[in-house]
């Protein structure tokens, strides 16, 4: 048997932008994506913290550095630009891979940059 459990985590990003006439996805800074252990055209949960708003979409690499978080197609009207969101991945795992992960999750700063180390 295998479980869904928390892989990942980019706690609350800035939306900078919001384009209904794409085909779909989220856009985010490459940086950001690595940095949560996330992979282009992987499954993620958007939870919008300023409107309640959850919903699933596939990731596409955004531009490294430039801090884009970008809802595209029907996602698009579940934000403004300039809320405040989660983006949660998960993975399929054996019990006994699950108990000894360790999600990976990140707090980028109010520019939707990595904070320096």
């Known amino acids: 048997m295998y479980l869904t459990?928390?892989?990942s985590k980019i706690h609350r990003v800035k939306v900078t932008?919001?384009?209904?006439?794409?085909?779909?996805?989220?856009?985010i800074d490459r940086n950001?994506?690595?940095?949560?252990?996330?992979?282009?055209?992987?499954?993620?949960q958007i939870v919008n913290i300023d409107n309640g708003e959850r919903l699933e979409t596939y990731v596409?690499?955004?531009?490294?550095?430039?801090?884009?978080?970008?809802?595209?197609g029907p996602a698009?009207?579940?934000?403004?630009?300039?809320?405040?969101?989660i983006i949660i991945s998960?993975?399929?795992?054996?019990?006994?891979e699950a108990q000894g992960y360790e999600p990976?999750?990140?707090f980028p700063d109010e520019n939707n940059r990595l904070p320096k180390v």
């Not at 994506?33 to 499954?43: C, D, F, I, S, Y």
């Open 32 to 44: 950001l994506m690595e940095a949560a252990n996330m992979l282009e055209g992987e499954r993620v």
């Open 17 to 27: 932008q919001a384009e209904l006439n794409y085909v779909g996805s989220i856009t």
């Open 76 to 85: 698009a009207r579940k934000v403004q630009v300039g809320d405040k969101i």
């Open 5 to 7: 459990i928390f892989k």
């Open 104 to 106: 990976t999750i990140i």
């Open 90 to 96: 998960y993975a399929m795992m054996s019990r006994e």
């Open 60 to 72: 596409i690499a955004g531009e490294r550095g430039s801090g884009t978080i970008c809802l595209n």
